[in-house]
């Protein structure tokens, strides 16, 4: 009898685009779809309380849908290598299938699954899909990586094939006798207190299934506007997939293909089409720098930065920016946001960064680690990536003496105000002169509008020019070329 296979589906919760599942769903063996949640390997990092919530939800979807197809998702929690194996003895299973991972955690365990477990009785395979192109392929003309954006784009998106990704079996086989699983409730994902995620709950649906409806509902309505809307946060103009990408329910070459074959039928949304793909090589480019320099998880990638003056630990600033509370609007929307829905809109997180490692001098680690813990859609390379991008010590990063300036971002991005409004709804009914500089606006307008500032809305914590004065002489204590 064919033996089992095992088919790891822990960085993939997905059935279509699913290279590992499909092999394996066409290899005539039993297939056993394993979840493993390893919260104990060193080298894995422990995800934030926001994508412990979603994770819940999307097992359980995916769960539902390997019933659909007549199979069952087994659950385990542990190290993945001690799981496999056991799994593997239990079962009697001849192999195991997985989708190749990127991050530091994923590169250990898959090297120790190959190093302790592959012999001439039972065999590792790792397939690829869960980028649009393997890190080794994309290098210059001299053969090393790239390091600015604009070019490595350039050369990996001629290089990404447009073969359809595989659809979801309709059917799989199964195994004489099921091996035990965990309950998805007994891994000690749900929020404490209980409540804490239902504004989250309101807002998103996770899932497979979702993420499909969301990529369709993208590029039937909005796509045609997202080059030039995308930056407008108070509009639903992006695809907001970020969250569905992050776990690997809906892969990135599902999106490639389906706004590409999009695009061939529509020339005319073909500028939004094309700019929304780029956006997906940003998340190739984060991963790649992170899966050729792991050290970057703490460390600048730019060494001159090693000595940056960092204000960190002292004050009570990061509570603040934390808590929306900084006296800066459109800062304050953005991390209520967050707070409120698991998620922030892009342009608003480069204004926030910003406002914390530039207007605060804060540590981006800070940052990054706040983020980690209270976005949906936290994806390791590109978190990181990110933060460093706007500290100005990272790839192709923003110089350090570019300064978001607040107000002016308020004012450009959201000029009516409609955001800041959403989100900090104290200050809802100031005049649109004022909504992003409520500690300009006479006394007259402030009494109108039932604004007090320092008691109903904060005064700003930080004096703007002497910020960045002091962000200016941070960057000459160590600056070491022009």
Not at 48 to 64: C, D, H, I, N, T
Not at 72 to 80: M, Q, S
Not at 108 to 132: I, P
Not at 261 to 267: G, I, L, S
Request: proline fraction near 7%; charged fraction near 25%; include cysteine.
């Amino acid at each position: 009898m064919t033996k089992p296979i095992l088919v790891l589906i822990s960085n993939a919760l997905r059935l279509a685009d699913n290279a590992a599942l499909a092999e394996a769903a066409a290899s005539g063996a039993p297939v056993i779809p394993v979840f493993i949640y390893d919260d104990v390997s060193p080298d894995v990092r422990p995800i934030g309380s926001a994508s412990k919530w979603w994770l819940l939800q999307s097992l359980q979807a995916l769960s539902k849908a390997f019933d659909g197809v007549g199979s069952r998702l087994i659950v385990r929690k542990g190290a993945v290598v001690d799981v496999v194996s056991a799994l593997a003895e239990d079962t009697g299973a001849g192999s195991v299938f997985l989708m190749r991972g990127y991050t530091p955690g994923e590169a250990a365990f898959e090297a120790a699954l190959h190093d302790e477990l592959a012999s001439e009785t039972f065999s590792v395979r790792r397939f690829a899909g869960n980028l649009l192109i393997e890190p080794e392929a994309v290098r210059t003309k001299t053969g090393t990586p790239y390091n600015v954006f604009t070019p490595f784009w350039r050369t990996a998106s001629d290089l990404i094939d447009t073969v359809e990704p595989h659809p979801a079996p309709t059917s799989l086989l199964t195994p004489d006798t099921w091996p035990a699983s965990d309950e998805i409730e007994s891994l000690g994902l749900e929020p404490k207190p209980a409540y804490w995620a239902d504004p989250i709950a309101a807002t998103w649906t996770p899932g497979e299934a979702a993420a499909k409806q969301r990529l369709e509902d993208f590029l039937s309505s909005r796509v045609n506007d997202y080059k030039a809307a995308r930056d407008v946060p108070s509009i639903e103009a992006t695809s907001a997939l970020s969250p569905h990408l992050a776990f690997g329910e809906i892969g990135p070459r599902t999106i490639w293909w389906q706004t590409k074959q999009r695009v061939a039928k529509d020339n005319s949304i073909s500028g939004g089409g094309h700019h929304f793909l780029r956006e997906l090589g940003w998340r190739e480019f984060s991963t790649h720098l992170l899966f050729r320099r792991p050290e970057m998880q703490t460390e600048p990638m730019r060494d001159q930065f090693r000595d940056f003056p960092w204000y960190e630990g002292r004050g009570d600033g990061l509570t603040a920016w934390q808590k929306g509370l900084t006296g800066f609007p459109i800062v304050d929307a953005g991390m209520r946001q967050l707070w409120q829905t698991g998620w922030m809109h892009n342009r608003v997180r480069m204004i926030v960064a910003s406002f914390l490692v530039k207007d605060l001098l804060w540590h981006w680690r800070d940052g990054e680690a706040w983020f980690w813990d209270t976005l949906v859609d936290a994806h390791f390379g590109n978190n990181i990536a990110s933060w460093q991008w706007v500290a100005g010590c990272g790839a192709d990063a923003a110089p350090y003496f570019r300064i978001f300036n607040p107000i002016t971002q308020g004012e450009k991005f959201d000029p009516d105000g409609k955001y800041v409004r959403r989100f900090v709804p104290e200050l809802a009914d100031l005049p649109d002169a004022y909504i992003h500089k409520p500690f300009e606006a006479p006394a007259g307008i402030l009494q109108m509008a039932g604004v007090r500032l320092g008691e109903t809305y904060p005064k700003p914590i930080v004096d703007r020019k002497v910020a960045r004065e002091n962000a200016l002489a941070a960057l000459a204590s160590i600056k070491k070329d022009p």
